[in-house]
């Protein structure tokens, strides 16, 4: 299963550069790299990810799930892998969207990307606080959950959504559950 995750994530960032509508080659995506990233769209998925993925490590505490045991992504020290395959579910939605959308809008253009003496690419402090007022704007977007059949804010989402997958996971791991319902976007 993990071999399979790793192919679809290649193929996935294979084909990300296709919905960057911006003619500038500064925001072309080639592949995904990190620590540090190299390009600009890398820095700021990686920016997004990391806020992401405190919401999901939160919420697998919260409903008394071991962040670091995963599924899909192996286990390695200082790794929270359980936290890394729900982001699975919900970054398409929450990061990658908004990413397009903030750079495809033009709310962020490459002046606000700086590049490191070593190659690395971080994002200005202007534009990290851009990031953090379209997080949390899109956190204000409504969501009708495709299990529970509920509305839900989806800003609230990587806090909410993550709780609520959180808990089917336990549910499922426990045996109240017979399947794990993934959080599917429609």
């Not at 990686?46 to 999901?56: K, M, P, R």
Request: one cysteine or more; hydrophobic letters at 40%.
């Amino acid at each position: 299963m993990r071999g399979l995750e790793g192919e679809a994530a290649q193929v996935y960032v294979g084909v990300f550069d296709t919905l960057v509508r911006r003619d500038d080659p500064a925001f072309r995506v080639s592949g995904r790299s990190r620590r540090p990233p190299l390009d600009r769209m890398n820095a700021l998925l990686s920016f997004l990810y990391a806020l992401l993925g405190h919401d999901c490590r939160s919420a697998l505490d919260a409903h008394g799930l071991d962040p670091q045991v995963g599924f899909l992504h192996a286990d390695r020290p200082g790794r929270a892998s359980l936290a890394l395959d729900l982001m699975e579910e919900l970054r398409p939605v929450l990061a990658d969207r908004l990413a397009l959308s903030l750079v495809n809008r033009r709310q962020l253009g490459a002046e606000d990307f700086r590049i490191e003496e070593a190659g690395g690419v971080r994002l200005t402090d202007d534009a990290r606080r851009t990031v953090l007022g379209a997080w949390q704007e899109r956190k204000r977007e409504d969501l009708r959950h495709p299990f529970l059949d509920e509305t839900m804010p989806l800003g609230l989402v990587a806090q909410v959504q993550a709780h609520v997958q959180a808990q089917l996971l336990a549910r499922h791991l426990r045996g109240d559950l017979d399947g794990y319902p993934a959080f599917v976007w429609r």
